[in-house]
């Protein structure tokens, strides 16, 4: 049989086919194996990769410089979890975010990339229909109706930037410098819309935490206040308007940008009072300036309640503004305003690799931000002393001074040095170091002797300055720094940093009196934090009502 070629055929043929087969699976296998074992080894030399790049994330705290540390760590691994210093749980707490498209690229990332990381959930809003990675920012105005907008030149902006067919920087060059003016104006008109679409997208929220980009807010601070101190007790229940008020013709409003606080009950109340809010206040807005002076009518009219004011812990300042001292010192920090994204990084970044614990309080922004950096005196700078002025009496001198400049020039019971304070920056150096002194007849070794100055007509009396009668609690003291400008001196009750200040640009040579001074009197400044000591404990502001009180 085997000498058959027919059988031979029919028999090997199916073994050669199996032995192929064989082999093929077996070459198919091995391949697979190569492949899953290459890729076992790629992982495992990409997760060792990754590993030593975590491990060697521990870099210097720029934070650390010379009189910082004892408040920071000199090296922190900002691998790590960046939001363990954050609230467990921000639940029933919204952040409703407001941005606009002149902005949003220059201060929104950096807020995504340190507290908003952190949160669960929050909402962006702008005057235009954007993205930024996976984050979405919805247009608050698209709902605006066109017989609003018709003829209506504060959305000019508006119109330009929905058209734009390149980036918005480019086409707001057209408005060579005046778009933050436009943004401004159009600003107004995006706070009901957004207190509409907020309840529409995320109803029924315990607290509604309204900011803008340039806000930052401690959120441990302000989720340990909402939860164990809040002036209501049930925010579903009860209303609730708190922030840092402002007065404006006659009607106090929580400050946008400081950041502001609904109750859920309010913003129900306020979104279902009303047949469209945005449309009615739509109508209202060409003749009012600002929108969030609007919550606050549309709050009194439709709850009968005003603004409860909760400042400085909600604060229109920054770390460098802030007027440290008697009132901006124990407080816990809960809110900032015109904070530049560089500070909301330096900001969240101390929070981060701060050595003490607890509630981060105004004194801590102080030590960690201001302290190290005050020195005597600065030429161009502006440390916004503003809190009593000099000036000469000189009526055509008065007449120039900015208004609100004016109502602060003291005009009464001046000492010698206060007098001459307006006539050069040496005498205006020395106000604070004669705080409290007056004016009194010079008394030398002819009054020992019996001859009193009355009856001395060999010279006119001098005046001399005297001291007080009683040394000075350093506690008491409320001179700590001045400026000097056009001839006009200034002192501050508190102690600020500031900025620099130049009236002229590029090359031009400033004359003397455009010059702004400023200096700090770092003795008086030094005695009052050791006289003032620890904080034994946070001083939590408990909100005044502003039914009755009148804001300065």
């Known amino acids: 049989m085997l000498a058959n070629p027919y059988y031979r055929r029919s028999v090997l043929r199916p073994l050669i086919l199996a032995g192929v087969t064989l082999l093929a699976v077996y070459t198919l296998y091995n391949q697979a194996q190569l492949r899953e074992h290459t890729l076992h080894l790629q992982g495992v030399l990409s997760e060792g990769i990754h590993s030593l790049y975590q491990t060697n994330r521990t870099h210097n705290n720029t934070l650390y410089q010379d009189g910082t540390e004892d408040h920071v760590y000199k090296e922190y691994d900002f691998g790590r979890n960046p939001c363990a210093h954050f609230p467990e749980k921000t639940d029933g707490i919204l952040l409703v975010l407001k941005t606009g498209a002149t902005e949003v690229f220059d201060k929104l990332p950096t807020q995504l990339l340190t507290s908003l990381q952190c949160l669960p959930d929050f909402l962006l809003f702008s005057d235009r229909e954007q993205q930024i990675g996976q984050w979405h920012i919805h247009n608050a105005l698209d709902t605006v109706s066109e017989k609003t907008k018709a003829d209506n030149p504060e959305f000019d902006l508006y119109r330009t930037q929905q058209q734009c067919p390149v980036t918005q920087k480019s086409c707001l060059s ?71 008020a402002a007065m404006l013709a006659g009607i106090p409003f929580a400050h946008g940008g400081s950041g502001y606080v609904l109750s859920g009950r309010l913003v129900r109340d306020l979104v279902e009072g009303y047949t469209s809010i945005a449309e009615v206040f739509d109508a209202r807005s060409r003749t009012h300036c600002c929108g969030d002076q609007m919550i606050a009518k549309a709050v009194l009219e439709r709850n009968k309640i005003r603004v409860q004011n909760a400042h400085p812990m909600f604060n229109g300042e920054k770390p460098t503004t802030f007027p440290y001292g008697p009132t901006h010192w124990c407080e816990p920090s809960l809110t900032m305003h015109h904070v530049e994204p560089e500070e909301v990084s330096a900001i969240w970044q101390f929070e981060q690799t701060r050595k003490s614990g607890g509630n981060l309080l105004l004194k801590d922004l102080y030590k960690a931000f201001v302290a190290n950096k005050l020195v005597e005196s600065r030429t161009h700078w502006d440390n916004m ?79 001399v300055l005297k001291s007080p009668k009683t040394k000075q609690n350093p506690l008491d003291r409320r001179c700590f720094q001045y400026r000097y400008h056009n001839g006009v001196c200034c002192t501050g009750r508190s102690f600020r940093l500031g900025a620099p200040r130049r009236e002229v640009e590029g090359n031009v040579q400033d004359k003397p009196e455009d010059i702004w001074h400023s200096g700090w009197h770092l003795d008086h400044i030094n005695a009052w934090i050791k006289a003032k000591g620890d904080c034994p404990a946070p001083r939590w502001k408990v909100p005044d009502k502003l039914d009755k009180l009148k804001l300065q």
């Open 385 to 463: 002393a503003d809190d009593v002025c000099y000036a000469s009496p000189d009526p055509a001198v008065r007449s120039r001074l900015d208004p609100k400049l004016l109502k602060r020039v003291k005009n009464e019971g001046l000492n010698g040095v206060e007098r001459d304070a307006h006539k050069s920056l040496a005498n205006c150096a020395q106000v604070c170091n004669y705080e409290g002194y007056v004016d009194a007849e010079d008394e030398d070794d002819d009054a020992s002797a019996g001859i009193t100055k009355q009856n001395d007509k060999r010279a006119p009396t001098r005046k």
């Open 174 to 244: 057209t408005y060579r410098g005046q778009a933050a003016t436009a943004a401004w104006a159009l600003d107004k008109y995006k706070f009901m819309h957004i207190l509409e679409r907020t309840w529409e997208m995320r109803p029924n929220q315990s607290y509604y935490v309204f900011a803008e980009a340039d806000t930052y807010i401690v959120w441990p601070n302000l989720v340990q206040w909402l939860r164990t101190r809040s002036p209501v007790k049930d925010p579903l229940e009860e209303p609730l308007y708190v922030g840092s």
